[in-house]
C-alpha cells in the first residue's frame, strides 16, 4: 500500500505547513534563542555583582571587624573581673561604711551584691558570645555579620555600666562604633555571603 494509491482508505496525509523556528529551523534575526521548545531562561542576578566576584581570603576591613570583635570581648573579661575584685571585697566595704547592724541596711546590702553579681553575670555572657563570632568569621554566613552589628550595638550600651573603669567604656564605645562599620561594609557582605565548597 503506498500513499497515491487512490484506494487506500487513509490517504496521503496532509502537508502541514512548517511550525515556525524550532528545533532545525534557523532563527529569525533579532528573536530570542530558544532549545528544544522550551522559552528562554531569565538572566539569573549575580549575587556579587556583574564580573562574579566572590573573595578567596578575608577582606582587612573584615579582619579588622574581627580584630576589634575580639577587643571588646576582652574588654568584657576585663569588667567581670573587676566586678568580682568588687564582689570579694564587698563585706569589707559594707563593715567600714557601718552599715551593719539593721535589717534594712543588710537588706541593702545584699541588694548590691545582687547588682555587681548581675552585672558579673552579663559582662561573662558579652564576652562568650564575643568569642563565638569571633571564631565564626572564617565559615560563618551573612548570620555572623548581624549577629556582629547587633552584638557590638549591645556592647556600645554596656560601655555605659563601664565608664568609670578607667576609660574601658570609652574605649568598647569607640571599638563597638568602628565594628558596626566595618561589619556593614561592602567587602564584608560579600566575604560572608561567599559560596562555601
Given amino acids: 500500500m503506498s500513499f497515491g494509491d487512490p484506494n ?19 532563527q529569525q534575526p533579532g528573536a530570542p534563542q ?15 555583582g556583574g564580573g562574579g ?9 573584615t579582619r ?23 564582689l570579694a571585697d564587698w563585706d569589707e566595704v559594707v563593715a567600714e561604711a ?3 547592724g539593721g535589717t534594712d541596711a543588710e537588706e541593702f546590702a545584699d541588694l548590691g551584691k545582687g547588682v555587681i553579681v548581675f552585672f558579673i553575670g552579663l559582662a561573662a555572657v558579652f564576652a562568650i558570645l564575643g568569642l563565638v563570632l569571633l571564631l565564626q568569621y572564617a565559615k560563618g554566613g551573612s548570620s555572623v555579620r548581624v549577629c556582629s ?3 557590638a550595638s549591645f556592647a556600645i550600651v554596656s560601655g555605659i555600666f563601664a565608664l568609670g ?9 569607640v571599638v563597638s562604633i568602628l565594628v558596626i562599620v566595618f561589619a556593614a561594609k561592602r567587602a564584608s557582605s560579600e566575604w560572608f555571603r561567599r559560596p562555601r565548597y
Fill in 34 to 48: 530558544q532549545g528544544y521548545g522550551y522559552p528562554a531562561a531569565p538572566p539569573v542576578a549575580q549575587p556579587y
Fill in 64 to 86: 579588622a571587624a574581627q580584630i576589634l570583635l575580639a577587643v571588646i570581648a576582652v574588654s568584657h573579661v576585663i569588667i567581670a573581673a573587676v566586678y568580682a575584685v568588687a
Fill in 149 to 151: 552589628i547587633v552584638y
Fill in 98 to 100: 557601718g552599715l551593719r
Fill in 53 to 61: 566576584y566572590a573573595p578567596a581570603q578575608m577582606p582587612g576591613i
Fill in 8 to 26: 487506500n482508505p487513509y490517504g496521503q496525509p496532509p502537508q502541514q505547513p512548517p511550525a515556525g523556528p524550532g528545533y532545525g529551523y534557523p
Fill in 165 to 173: 573603669m578607667f576609660g574601658l567604656g570609652l574605649l568598647i564605645w
